[in-house]
């Protein structure tokens, strides 16, 4: 299974093939190369896989980078040209970055219900990975 392409992410989302061909490549690299895949049972599970597209597709639709955006318009105006934007609202207690998408909120609870983020954190006296 390994890692993914730009075709595992349009075929779970079609909107994503506007994702111009730069963005998608800096996506795959982070998604493919980046991702902790100990949080998805390994390298080769549905899960890692399911994982990372969830988050190409966070990351393709949310900012610059992918060409879309996730912000509704809030006003108009013809004289002297004026347009406002705003993020949709995000939920209490949720995460600001992740609320953006549907796909970036999908990707968050697959990561918060995985067993290794709910171990409690240990600090160590130096350096190192504190898992």
Known sequence: MAP???SDVVGYAAQMSAVSATAQQLI???VNITMSVVNFG???TPKTKLARVLLACHLGACGPIGG???EILTGESE??????YTLPPIPIGADPFWS???YGLSYYA?????PRARMPIVSGNGGGDCW
Not at 79 to 84: D, Q, R, Y
Not at 110 to 114: E, P, R, V
């Open 28 to 30: 795959l690299d982070y």
């Open 4 to 6: 993914i392409a730009w």
């Open 42 to 44: 390994g390298e080769d």
């Open 68 to 70: 879309a955006t996730a």
């Open 100 to 102: 953006r998408t549907g």
């Open 110 to 114: 697959m990561l918060k219900s995985s």
């Open 79 to 84: 004289g002297e040209l004026s347009v406002s």
